[in-house]
């Protein structure tokens, strides 16, 4: 089935800004509660946030072979499990109802009423229920600069690095979507110097400018995912900050790896931009350092040209624009991460998350951390209202956004807001 949602030369007959993020060649999936206190399933298309649910019960989705109630759900998860065939047919479907050419929808004000909102009237919510949520490692710039700091810089990358994409199994149940605000966490530290550790607050809480792709059901128990099959198992991406204690996380890593130090909280965007979207903005990718096994091997282009960017905006003050990175540096392919994730035959379900690790570039500007943003604290950086950040303050929020652009069309992602509160402190009775 052709994409004819992408069609660069569609207009909409519902107002777009030149510069947003969603334009009818977007599409994003969502989930958001209405001005009704009605949860229902949604797209955009600029400021106008659209209720699938309604226009299902209305209508317009006839042609296609829908359940009653697909979009009358808390979560994109039974939706998701249609599989790619479902999700094209719907996304050709709501651009040929918003088409400028088409008045079907556009002169039926009844219809209008219920199914578009402002945003200002919806609240938007986890567009999932994340089951299993991985994280994994695959920036090489990231990987080196980490490695140089803690270890030899002859030697900044572990012997596995370029042979498999690293990962480990994060904690589903700290996703939140953007606005929702975090507490800094507290756990053990060793401080500098000691010989024992200590409990309290993280005094070096980070970001980590990720980004993250949802799976579909893709494979039963023992059954791998071959490389180049990949990307039709994913159904789209999104924004993804993973916060993360970094004085724990020294502390606590050896020998298994990440714990209380990321488990405490991960930020997503919500709306989820699907693959078939993103499809006019595939790039190869780096060059393999090492041959790869054969069945890390893909062909093609398997990255995607997504401009990011993380602000740091302080408590009554504008934010400031820290890092500019792009997706495309990713050393590991998505393909390459489902691949390997299920290469022992584990399976994948629908509303699964895996981050991409942290998206470092090749300069100091495009670091995607305050740990080397700041390098270790050693140089903090400045922000437009005079402060200094060698990480993040309490009540500081952080902002990350990204976007595709060429040949006069833009989709984005929106961004992912979440500001970091003090220590969690009970009420008192």
């Given amino acids: 089935m052709p994409i004819t949602a992408n069609n660069p030369d569609r207009k909409s007959w519902l107002h777009v800004d030149k510069n947003s993020d969603f334009p009818i060649q977007n599409i994003p999936f969502g989930v958001f509660l209405t001005r009704d206190d009605i949860i229902t399933i949604g797209t955009r298309i600029g400021d106008t946030a659209i209720d699938l649910g309604a226009l299902h019960q209305l209508g317009y989705f006839k042609d296609i072979p829908l359940t009653d109630d697909i979009f009358l759900q808390d979560t994109l998860n039974d939706f998701i499990a249609d599989g790619r065939k479902t999700w094209r047919a719907v996304r050709n479907k709501i651009a040929e109802i918003f088409d400028a050419e088409n008045n079907t929808l556009k002169d039926n004000l009844k219809h209008k009423e219920v199914v578009l909102f ?245 300069t100091p500007d495009s670091y995607g951390s305050m740990l080397e943003l700041s390098w270790r604290g050693e140089k903090p950086v400045k922000l437009d209202d005079g402060t200094e950040r060698k990480f993040i303050n309490d009540n500081d929020t952080v902002i990350m956004r990204g976007y595709c652009e060429n040949n006069g069309t833009r989709i984005g992602f929106g961004e992912v807001s979440t500001k970091l509160l003090p220590v969690f402190e009970p009420k008192k009775k």
């Fill in 118 to 362: 402002r945003l200002d009237e919806i609240e938007m919510q986890l567009p999932v229920q994340i089951g299993d949520y991985t994280d994994f490692y695959s920036s090489i710039e990231h990987a080196t600069n980490v490695g140089t700091m803690f270890r030899d810089p002859d030697n900044a990358l572990l012997p596995n690095w370029l042979h498999i994409p690293v990962g480990y199994h994060g904690r589903s149940s700290s996703i939140v979507p953007s606005g929702i605000p975090v507490h800094r966490p507290k756990g053990q530290t060793l401080p500098a110097g000691a010989t024992e550790p200590v409990f309290g607050p993280s005094r070096l809480v980070d970001f980590e400018l990720e980004m993250a792709f949802i799976t579909t059901d893709a494979n039963d128990l023992g059954e791998p995912i071959p490389v180049d099959e990949a990307e039709e198992y994913i159904f789209g991406m999104v924004l993804f900050n993973d916060w993360s204690a970094r004085d724990m996380q020294k502390w606590e890593y050896v020998p298994l790896g990440p714990f209380l130090a990321k488990s405490f909280a991960s930020s997503v965007s919500p709306w989820i931009v699907t693959l078939d979207a993103l499809q006019p903005y595939k790039v190869k990718g780096p060059k393999p350092l090492k041959k790869q096994l054969p069945y890390l091997q893909q062909t093609g282009e398997k990255s995607y040209n997504i401009n990011l960017e993380v602000a740091i905006q302080p408590e009554k003050h504008k934010e400031t624009v820290v890092s500019r990175s792009n997706f495309k540096h990713m050393y590991w392919s998505m393909s390459q991460q489902l691949a390997h994730h299920t290469s022992n035959g584990c399976p994948v379900n629908s509303g699964d998350l895996m981050g991409s690790g942290t998206i470092s570039g090749p």
